[in-house]
């Protein structure tokens, strides 16, 4: 999604390395090193073993000038480290869901096919969508939906899970979207009645946006002097964090406004390069709808 765009920003070339913290199939990736030829390096990392896998074997062809590994975008500091990178030259957070995740009918996160509820994007933690929805309070769920989803229904979605898990668990994707349709009002939607629950309890249990604001605390760290970040982000919660990140990293100073002498010892880390976020071209749109509501953020390491 937006890859030349993306692929402008971050100016690949010779020599370069490259962060792409959410590797998925590998599309940014591969620009970034056919573009960085002969020698440039990326990193690609995934929580899902899945993108890891066939992120590997679409790059293999570069050999030893990329490398994946399984881990968050928020532990980048460390893993580069690990590598002996350090800082790169530029980075790439494609937010989200890939494609392969929501087509992969086993792994829970449609509701257009029957699966057990599951939605783990790492298959190595134990909190699930199933235990969310058994597990969690009225209240919590309720706050789920309406936060992570924006759902208007929230409340009766939650009263009527907590009603219907009395009777028995809602253990799949089926038995959950049957729920909600049953308990939506309104006949003639736009989509699909569940989108909106379903995208929250993706958002819950994966903690997207936690990890999120876990790297936008010092994620400028990770880029050398003039190196560039794009982040890619697909609603507006997260957009707002990307948003008020960036700002605070642009600033020369982070003291209360009233403040009348500078104690804060904070200095300006980044540039911003893009006022307004860039959105996917109507084209890009019109081949992959999922691109609509895509918002491209960048900033410059000063
Ligand atoms: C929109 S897809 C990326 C698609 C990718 N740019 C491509 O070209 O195929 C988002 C990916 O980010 C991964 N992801 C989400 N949160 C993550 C996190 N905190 N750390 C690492 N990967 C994450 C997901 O598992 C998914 O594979």
Redesign the pocket.
């Known amino acids: 999604?937006l890859?030349r765009e993306v692929a402008d920003f971050l100016i690949p070339g010779p020599g370069k390395r490259f962060l792409?913290?959410?590797?998925?199939?590998?599309?940014?990736?591969e620009a970034l090193l056919l573009a960085s030829s002969p020698d440039g390096q990326v990193i690609g990392?995934?929580?899902?073993e899945e993108?890891v896998t066939a992120?590997r074997d679409r790059l293999q062809c570069f050999e030893s000038r990329f490398v994946a590994r399984q881990?968050?975008?928020?532990d980048a500091p460390e893993i580069l480290a690990e590598i002996g990178w350090h800082t790169v030259d530029g980075v790439?957070l494609?937010?989200?869901?890939?494609?392969?995740?929501i087509d992969s009918p086993e792994r829970g996160f449609s509701f257009r096919a029957e699966a057990r509820l599951d939605m783990r994007?790492d298959r190595r933690q134990e909190l699930d969508a199933a235990r969310i929805v058994n597990g969690y309070t009225e209240a919590e769920l309720e706050k789920i939906f309406r936060v992570f989803g924006e759902e208007p229904q929230a409340r009766r979605i939650a009263r009527a899970i907590v009603v219907e898990r009395e009777i028995r668990p809602i253990e799949t994707t089926e038995a959950l979207s049957e729920l909600v349709v049953r308990v939506k009002p309104g006949r003639r939607r736009e989509h699909h009645p569940a989108t909106q629950v379903f995208q929250a309890l993706r958002i819950a249990v994966?903690r997207?946006l936690a990890?999120?604001e876990r790297?936008l605390e010092k994620g400028y760290a990770t880029l050398r002097p003039r190196g560039r970040m794009a982040i890619?982000s697909f609603h507006s919660l997260e957009d707002r964090l990307v948003k008020t990140a960036f700002r605070k990293w642009s600033r020369p100073c982070i003291c209360p406004p009233r403040a009348i002498i500078c104690r804060c010892g904070w200095s300006q880390k980044v540039k911003s390069l893009t006022k307004k976020p860039v959105s996917p071209s109507a084209l890009e749109i019109e081949i992959n709808p999922r691109a609509r509501s895509a918002k491209l953020r960048v900033v410059e390491r000063i």
Do not use: C, K, P, Y
């Open positions: 999604m890859a792409d913290g959410t590797v998925g199939g590998g599309g940014h990736s990392l995934d929580r899902d993108a992120s881990g968050s975008f928020a790439i494609d937010l989200g869901i890939s494609s392969h995740q994007m994966n997207e990890e999120l790297f890619i």
